[in-house]
């Protein structure tokens, strides 16, 4: 048996009524207020224990908001995550359930922005990159069987150094606060001996001088705080990472990193490079930086992210583990959602019962993720053992040893046999006939709509090379200029000399620059609308409401997971507590556990699989 857990992350979007009115913004701190108040309007929930707050609503599941640097409104980022499932269908169906709560939060939040005397509404971006280059994640939970070996339990008593100096951070506060409760102390002594006149004297001062502070200060503390203990902490996250990476998960690692790294020729969500103007298939190739590792902030991310030995170290004791897949996209159809789910859990199945595919290594699989992503499945990519092979040809290679290896065990707990077959029709459609997927994968479907808009006009090669000239060109000449001369002699000659080099070398016509980059806005709006999720539908939502893309999620059972658990992990008892409580307030909850605030009651919930009730 296996649990399935999903964290996807939205951007916030707050959109105007009329965006050519210049009606002021709403702050953050309001946009945040009737973020909450939408999403828990008539739904139970419990206030969420964990360090990043937030809410468990009543079907088992999280909504919080992301970690923040300067200020909230720097990130504005919702993450979700599903409840415990037992099988990718039902995570298809969650995952569907928190789009749908959140398009009933965008519809409700225009009538209470209204009552502030704003005209918009909420929008969610379920993409995982922004205008500005900006990326944000899809993590995707498995529960794995290893039993520990001797080199893991090695790896845990080692790791102590590592895990005591991850305290520096909670001593550097834990020091500020006794600084101050002792400044408090002294200022007692010092009123008690006769002081009191110095002593308030000195107190308005400080207060005074407190008040005049800008808040910036307070801002670029905080910054300076997480920038001393990220450096303080570095060392010590790159050294655990070098533990883990030899130890922990090592089956996983070497075996199941080829079949995610072609994995996107099915699951990418596609991305139009606006640096570069070509089409990619995944939007977190570019944000990769590695296969495994322990990343806290920054840009760079990983394949597999180990995150989780920080908070649970003693799990690499257990048989039973979390892994994290941090590489993957935010899907919004159905068909490539249930194939990365159903197929990674298969292959994770074989590894566990010791099947290895050490002739499928990749030479660097970094870089092969990069190639695949803006190559596409036909690209050759180096293997460990010399051959030049393409990603279709690697995921046949786990396909027929999937189909190999499940012929000869009975059913399993889902329907491997209907991933099996799907999985073998998208490869076969792929090689045969591409045009068939535009109405049944994401990357498919927004590269069809991107070539309807470029196509007319020009050529992939012509808008590529345009796209170029435009990401050599200053911006405000870019957005201003009328001509392609005017801008050029707007600019710096160095400036004048690179632009020139560009449009030569691309062989452009410099009497398209006006219409090429009306085309250019048209193509990044294309690619960002895609992803939207509201009351006011991005294009992949228009095409599946016209039936142009296909639906697999049970429309019953969708509309049944915006209120009720999965009935057969422990979300269900999670939920059961949170819908008998009057409020947020009166229950708190995280994934191990729901206490009773007030009483000494706690729930544990260490096992995922326990599903009981007091009614059973």
Not at 152 to 169: R, T, V, Y
Not at 289 to 308: A, N
Not at 566 to 578: C, G, L, M, Q
Request: hydrophobic share 40%.
């Amino acid at each position: 048996m296996r649990i399935f857990g999903l964290e996807t992350e939205y951007a916030i979007l707050y959109q105007p009524d009329d965006p050519a009115e210049s009606a002021p913004f709403p702050s953050f701190s309001l946009i945040e207020k009737v973020l909450f108040e939408s999403i828990l309007h008539g739904r139970k929930a419990a206030r969420s224990s964990g360090i990043k707050g937030g809410f468990f609503l009543e079907n088992g599941g999280l909504v919080h908001l992301e970690i923040f640097l300067r200020e909230q409104a720097d990130t504005p980022i919702l993450e979700v995550a599903t409840p415990e499932c037992s099988n990718p269908w039902d995570l298809l169906s969650y995952q569907r359930a928190f789009d749908r709560i959140l398009t009933t939060a965008s519809d409700r939040s225009w009538k209470l922005f209204r009552q502030k005397g704003y005209h918009g509404r909420l929008g969610f971006g379920k993409n995982n990159l922004d205008s500005m280059g900006v990326g944000y994640g899809s993590h995707e939970n498995y529960l794995v069987h290893a039993r520990p070996r001797w080199s893991e339990k090695l790896l845990a008593i080692l790791a102590s150094p590592f895990l005591l100096a991850l305290l520096i951070p909670w001593l550097l506060i834990l020091f500020v606060v006794v600084l101050l409760f002792l400044l408090m102390l002294s200022s007692a002594y010092l009123l008690k001996k006769g002081f009191p006149v110095f002593w308030l004297k000195v107190s308005a001062l400080a207060m005074k001088f407190i008040g005049r502070v800008p808040k910036s200060f307070f801002d670029a503390l905080r910054v300076f705080y997480f920038g001393l203990t990220s450096s303080c902490l570095f060392p010590i996250f790159l050294g655990y990472t070098v533990l883990l990476r030899r130890v922990a998960y090592r089956p996983f690692f070497k075996n199941l990193t080829p079949f995610l790294v072609t994995r996107q020729i099915f699951g990418g969500s596609g991305r139009l490079n606006p640096r570069t103007g070509r089409f990619e298939l995944s939007q977190r190739a570019d944000l990769t930086t590695s296969v495994c590792g322990l990343i806290m902030f920054g840009r760079r991310k990983t394949m597999f992210d180990l995150k989780g030995f920080i908070y649970h170290p003693l799990s690499l004791l257990q048989s039973r583990r979390k892994l994290t897949l941090s590489m993957g996209d935010s899907n919004l159809s159905d068909l490539p959602s249930l194939l990365k789910f159903g197929t990674t859990a298969l292959i994770m199945e074989m590894i566990e019962a010791g099947v290895e595919f050490p002739d499928l290594f990749l030479k660097n699989p970094v870089k092969a993720f990069r190639q695949v992503s803006r190559e596409g499945a036909w690209k050759e990519i180096k293997m460990k053992n010399g051959r030049a092979v393409t990603a279709i040809d690697i995921q046949r290679e786990y396909l027929q040893r999937a189909k190999n290896y499940f012929s000869k065990l009975p059913p399993n707990e889902f329907d491997s046999n209907k991933v099996l077959e799907l999985w073998e029709e998208i490869l076969n459609q792929l090689a045969d006939d591409p045009g068939a997927l535009v109405s049944r994968i994401d990357w498919a479907s927004k590269k069809a709509l991107l070539d309807k808009a470029i196509l007319p006009r020009a050529n992939w090669k012509a808008f590529s090379g345009w796209c170029q000239v435009f990401g050599k060109m200053p911006r405000p000449l870019f957005k201003k200029a009328r001509t392609f001369e005017e801008a050029l002699f707007g600019s710096k000659p160095l400036a004048q000399w690179r632009l020139s080099r560009e449009l030569q070398r691309h062989g452009l016509d410099p009497a398209q620059f006006a219409s090429m980059r009306e085309l250019y806005h048209q193509c990044r709006k294309i690619d960002l609308r895609y992803h939207e999720i509201g009351c006011d539908p991005g294009y992949q939502r228009q095409l599946e409401a016209e039936g142009l893309i296909e639906r697999w999620a049970d429309e019953e059972a969708v509309q049944r997971a915006t209120r009720e658990p999965p009935p057969d992990t422990r979300a269900r008892v999670r939920s059961y507590y949170i819908k008998l409580s009057s409020s947020p307030d009166s229950i708190h909850a995280n994934w191990e556990e729901v206490h009773i605030p007030g009483t000494s009651r706690v729930i544990q919930l260490s096992d995922p699989f326990y599903s009981r009730i007091p009614t059973d």
